[in-house]
């Protein structure tokens, strides 16, 4: 899809972190209500409290201001505390996906309605935030062969990154269970910690 530019900004004031704040905050809500598909930029810069210029000189167009809300949402942005050891690790990755699903699950709630009425969309959210969920627990079995507490981690199954962000959405989204310290606990040692040790066996 192409997407409308705008000629290259001239020198001016200093870019407001507000106002950049509140143009993806603008967009974010206008994606969960609308969908990609009929968001504007007009409706952006209503919603922002902004000119499209102001837009504009930002992001050339709709699809580079919503990877750019894809890659700057808080938890994604956000570092899993080094607990020492992989299974706190875990724990605090998962506690840390259920708050954000719990302080955001309105607006995730819309917007994972609208990915399949808009494939780019689907591609933005999947490339721009999705993957950068599957990192975040990925790189928490790095850091536990950098302490040696596994050997090595490319054995254990690419599935293992989606468990804990999949069954959180499951819980908030869907069948509104508690997401609790108790519910963290299983999850990582019923669950994550023995993919990470099936795969290792079966290595």
């Not at 290259?8 to 905050?25: E, L, N, Q, T, V």
């Not at 209500?33 to 209503?46: F, L």
């Not at 780019?120 to 599957?134: D, G, N």
């Not at 062969?145 to 869907?174: K, M, N, Q, W, Y």
Request: net charge neutral; glycine share 4%; aromatic share 4%.
């Amino acid at each position: 899809m192409s997407t409308a530019s705008a000629p290259p900004a001239s020198p001016g004031r200093p870019r407001d972190p507000r106002r950049d704040d509140a143009i993806r905050g603008a967009a974010l809500g206008l994606l969960a209500d609308v969908g990609y598909e009929r968001m504007t930029i007009d409706a952006i810069a209503a919603a922002a409290g902004v000119s499209k210029p102001t837009i504009y000189r930002r992001w050339p167009g709709k699809q580079e201001l919503v990877a750019d809300v894809m890659r700057s949402l808080p938890y994604t942005r956000t570092a899993t505390p080094d607990t020492g050891s992989l299974r706190g690790d875990l724990l605090a990755a998962v506690r840390q996906a259920a708050d954000h699903q719990l302080e955001n699950a309105q607006v995730a709630a819309g917007l994972a309605s609208r990915l399949r009425e808009s494939a780019e969309l689907a591609r933005l959210v999947r490339e721009h935030a999705v993957e950068a969920v599957r990192r975040r627990f990925l790189a928490l079995l790095d850091r536990a062969v950098a302490r040696g507490e596994l050997p090595d981690c490319a054995s254990v199954s690419p599935l293992f990154a989606d468990v804990a962000p999949s069954l959180i959405h499951v819980r908030v989204l869907l069948s509104v269970e508690p997401v609790d310290d108790d519910f963290a606990a299983e999850l990582v040692d019923r669950i994550l910690l023995p993919i990470v040790h099936f795969s290792r066996a079966e290595a």
